[in-house]
Structures are given as structure tokens and as C-alpha cells.
């Protein structure tokens, strides 16, 4: 099934949604793809992100921004260097 856009709904990523503030679509509830691009990639790459990053949806027991198990300090791709959920 395919994830939409948290703000208006499209199932299309990169730039055009009208209602974001960035005008991207975010895609924020697959924690196995990048929120703003699709890709299962971590780490820089990201041609739709703002840091230019992957960031996974919610929902997994992982960190968005690099996939571990870990908390606290120690993302190597957070822009906070803290993992996230």
C-alpha cells in the first residue's frame, strides 16, 4: 500500500504539496522509507529534505535518522547528534 502525504494526502514525493510549510510532501508513517523521498537509505542523500538527510517515518522501535536501536547521543546523521523515535 502506498504512504501518503501527511499534509494533503498525494502519494508523491519532492516538491508541490500546497499545504506543507516547506511545499514538500512529508511521508511520515513508513519507518522503513525516508519521509521525504521514498528511499530505504540513511545518511545524506536526501534531494527532498531540508538537511538534506534521510529521515525515516515513525512508528518503529528505531532511530529515524539512522536506523539503530540505540537512545540518547550518538546519531552520526541527527542534526541534534541525539537519536530520535
Known amino acids: 500500500m502506498a504512504t501518503k502525504c501527511r499534509y494533503c494526502g498525494s502519494t508523491s514525493y ?3 504539496c500546497p499545504h506543507s510549510p516547506t511545499k514538500k510532501h512529508e511521508h511520515v508513517n513508513d519507518e522503513t522509507a525516508c519521509e521525504f523521498c521514498g528511499s530505504r ?5 536526501c534531494p527532498h529534505s531540508p538537511t538534506k ?8 522501535d528505531k532511530c ?5 536501536k540505540s537512545t540518547g547521543i550518538g546519531c552520526p546523521h541527527s542534526p541534534t547528534k541525539r537519536h530520535e523515535r
Open 41 to 45: 537509505s540513511y545518511g545524506l542523500g
Open 64 to 68: 529515524i535518522w539512522c536506523g539503530s
Open 53 to 60: 538527510k534521510h529521515r525515516h517515518g515513525h512508528g518503529g
Open 14 to 16: 519532492g516538491l508541490g
